[in-house]
């Protein structure tokens, strides 16, 4: 059973970067499927963008393409999430996500893993 946290979320100002980091434990990111979710209140959870377990193929919805970028490392356990150009819209609660074979990769209904989630505020 894999384990979840993530960190590096904070407040910045539109047109800023964060890089979010999510540790596992207990199992090896190279076994799943990771992904980035994010929720803002009111609103419901959307996938933000995820990894292959073999790395072979990245996913990024479409309102962020091109301003981020997952990536893992495997031997240190961790996906990242690196976002620049942030805007308002941008900010939310993102939660880290791991399943060994989710049918739709950004969905977050095939997702069985979580962490806790680390805040994003961006001011304009």
């Known amino acids: 059973q894999v384990q979840l946290v993530e960190s590096g979320g904070g407040s910045v100002q539109a047109g800023g970067s964060l890089r979010l980091s999510c540790v596992a434990s207990?199992?090896?990111?190279?076994?799943?499927?990771m992904a980035w979710f994010r929720q803002a209140p009111g609103a419901e959870r959307e996938g933000v963008a995820a990894?292959?377990?073999?790395?072979?193929?990245?996913y990024y919805t479409p309102s962020v393409e091109g301003r981020v970028t997952i990536s893992k490392d495997n031997a240190k356990n961790t996906v990242y999430l690196e976002m620049n150009s942030l805007k308002p819209e941008d900010s939310a609660m993102y939660y880290c996500?791991?399943?060994?074979?989710?049918?739709?990769?950004?969905?977050?209904?095939?997702?069985?893993?979580w962490g806790q989630g680390t805040q994003v505020t961006v001011s304009s």
């Open positions: 996500s791991a399943d060994r074979r989710p049918l739709i990769p950004l969905s977050p209904r095939y997702y069985n893993h």
């Open positions: 207990g199992d090896t990111v190279s076994r799943y499927y």
């Open positions: 990894i292959r377990s073999d790395g072979s193929n990245l």
